[in-house]
């Protein structure tokens, strides 16, 4: 009796076939031998826990056969058990996969011929075209063939009803010949008729017709059935011949075309270069230019649709190209002018306002200050910018009326005024030539009152131009000087005369007010620096020690220095005190009865006692530091 490695290994070798059904017996004889041994080392061990007596009666009597124990449910002793089970159940499931599939392929080969079948039934009842049908039966036969086996219980129903549909099927085929027959005949016939259409299409002079006719006979020719074999070949040779001829005009008629539109496609391809030349120029394009641009690319825009359509591949793509190149050209212009309009705002809004000042300086008659704020105005002006061309002349006609009024009147004024200078220089021409030969007489009293009277003509004489005003004045001055020397007058009396002369000349000047404020900020200026000489003389006397011969006569020099300093500080003021009596167009006060106030035409020397100082007229003009280079003239700082 075999062992259970035997058992196993013979299992072993079985389960590695590869068709396990065809072993599938010898492994049911492994199985049960292998049971049998289980069963036999089972009932050992039972016996073995048995008592004695159990024993010895088993002895006395025959041994029962042992039962054969199933493997499934039989207790595992050993490793040898477990093993041969897993072989076993692995050899179990790899037969019932067989199976399995083996039931598959049934079902779908009874599937596969079930429809084998219903086309069967489908052909016999709708096909028209024996042929066809003929061939696909054939087809359907060698199919049912190859289909394998399908399942018993369906294999006799399945085989009765396939029989019955062939017999069909060849009964329908004789009845679709005899129709075959007559639709061919029929078929030729509307053939025939159709070449003779399609010969009457090379007559057609429109080729767009043409083509849609050979399109629709083609069509026909198409649903049209088979014709008799016999004349198959002449029917479609001539069909398709006098199809040939009518595409050989339509293709000859598409090549004209084609280069047409590869000649169109090259002439907007040439508008679109011209478009993207003018963006490329455009870096600095002022107004008038955008103008001119502009027509370019209306033109290039009108040119663009005077040309037909270019290749359709090409057509969508160039014309995009060309929309935005003209989009980019108009966006450019729309943001310049778009800018442009900002620019006009700023300028109208600036020169709205410069004309509201000219107009408000038109009427003025200050003369010089009101030239100078026009044209700074007008300077301003032209900073200012163009305001556009609907604003810029309205604007610039109203300005232009503003500063013309003014300077029109100015011109008037000046005129009259040169006119009226003129007769002031023949006057002054006078009084200078009549001064220079102007002889003293006995009396010097009266030769001081001519000489005042000079002065008072000179001053009345009113005002020439500039150019004119100095050489005069030069000869008046030099003239005076030389009877002034020749009378001999004391310091302070020269002193009182020069400084009137002196105001007299600035009255005449061209800017005699000016003039007569910068003199007594230089006036001012002077008692300033003399008080501060003064105060320091002061502060030193009290630091020095005047006890001896020396120092006594230094202190009588400083304080003849200080007394002289606060007689020129008076002398001063009081000039100042006529300036700004002269400038405020005050009358001069009365002068002094007593017997201190010196006459002009005395001949004595006596020093001329100055009036009191005027608080009111001192605080009036406040010093004002004078410009750079403002020298004081030898009378006043005398």
């Known amino acids: 009796m075999a062992t259970k490695s035997e058992l196993i290994a013979r299992l072993e070798g079985l389960t590695a076939q590869q068709d396990a059904e065809q072993v599938q017996e010898q492994v049911e004889s492994l199985k049960e031998a292998y049971e049998a041994l289980v069963s036999a080392a089972h009932q050992e061990a ?33 490793e040898e058990d477990k093993r041969f089970k897993q072989l076993l159940d692995a050899f179990n499931t790899r037969v019932n996969d067989i199976r399995r599939q083996r039931q598959k392929q049934e079902a779908d080969n009874l599937a596969a011929k079930q429809a084998i079948m219903d086309e069967l039934r ?21 199919k049912w063939k190859t289909i394998g086996p399908v399942p018993q219980q369906h294999y006799r129903d399945l085989q009765r009803d396939y029989s019955q549909l062939r017999d069909e099927f060849f009964y329908h085929i004789r009845i679709y010949k005899e129709l075959r027959d007559h639709d061919l005949k029929k078929n030729t016939a509307l053939k025939q008729a159709l070449i003779a259409d399609m010969e009457a299409v090379q007559r057609v002079e429109s080729v767009r017709e043409a083509e849609a006719l050979v399109k629709e006979y083609q069509e026909k020719w198409h649903q049209i059935g088979p014709v008799v074999k016999e004349e198959w070949e002449a029917i479609r040779d001539g069909f398709w011949n006098a199809t040939r001829v009518v595409y050989d005009r339509i293709n000859e008629y598409y090549k004209a075309r084609r280069a047409e539109h590869e000649a169109n496609l090259a002439a907007k391809q040439a508008l679109v270069d011209k478009v993207n030349a003018l963006l490329a120029g455009m870096e600095n394009v002022g107004g008038k230019e955008w103008k001119a641009l502009t027509d370019q690319v209306l033109e290039l825009q009108t040119a663009w649709k005077a040309i037909g359509f270019a290749t359709k591949k090409d057509n969508e793509r160039i014309w995009k190209e060309f929309r935005n190149a003209c989009n980019t050209f ?28 000219a107009i408000q300086l038109k009427d003025s008659t200050d003369w010089r200050q009101t030239a100078d704020k026009l044209k700074a105005l007008q300077a301003q002006w032209k900073e200012a910018g163009s305001a556009g061309p609907r604003d810029e002349n309205k604007l610039w006609n109203k300005f232009r009326e503003a500063c013309d009024g003014f300077f029109q009147k100015r011109k008037a004024h000046f005129d009259a005024l040169d006119a009226e200078q003129a007769v002031h220089l023949a006057e002054k021409q006078q009084l200078v ?11 010097r009293g009266a030769t001081v009152d001519a000489l005042k009277a000079f002065s008072q003509r000179w001053m ?15 000869r ?28 007299e000349d600035l009255k005449a000047g061209p800017d005699g007010k000016f003039q007569l404020e910068k003199e007594g900020r230089f006036i001012r200026r002077k008692i300033e620096e003399i008080e501060t000489e003064m105060k320091q003389m002061e502060r030193n006397m009290g630091m020095f020690n005047f006890k001896s011969a020396s120092g006594e006569a230094m202190k009588k020099d400083m304080e003849k220095k200080i007394e002289r300093a606060r007689q020129d500080i008076e002398r001063l003021r009081g000039q100042h005190r006529e300036l700004v009596r002269e400038i405020r167009g005050e009358a001069a006060p009365k002068p002094a009865t ?39 003239t030898e009378a006043t700082a005398s």
């Open 46 to 78: 039972q016996a073995a826990a048995q008592v004695p007596v159990e024993a010895e009666a088993a002895a006395e009597g025959a041994a029962p056969a042992a039962e054969p124990l199933p493997i499934e449910s039989a207790p595992l002793q050993d």
């Open 122 to 142: 489908a052909m016999i009842a709708n096909e028209e075209n024996i042929g066809t049908a003929f061939q696909r039966f054939n087809e359907l036969g060698e």
């Open 330 to 357: 108009f966006d450019r212009k729309n943001a310049y002018f778009t800018e442009l309009k900002s620019q006009f705002k700023g300028a109208f809004d600036k020169k709205q306002a410069l004309l509201q000042q």
């Open 433 to 443: 030539s009549e001064l220079e030969s102007f002889q003293h007489l006995p009396d």
């Open 460 to 474: 009345n004489s009113g005002r020439v131009s500039p150019k004119h005003f100095d050489s005069l004045n030069t």
């Open 476 to 503: 008046y001055r030099a003239a005076m000087d030389k009877q002034y020397d020749l009378l001999r007058l004391n310091g302070e009396e020269r002193r009182r005369m020069a400084f009137v002369d002196r105001m």
């Open 594 to 632: 007593n017997a201190t106030a010196a006459s002009v035409g005395s001949t004595q020397e006596e020093p001329v006692v100055p009036s009191p100082p005027d608080p009111a007229a001192e605080e009036t003009v406040a010093p004002i530091t004078p410009p750079a280079g403002e020298q004081a």
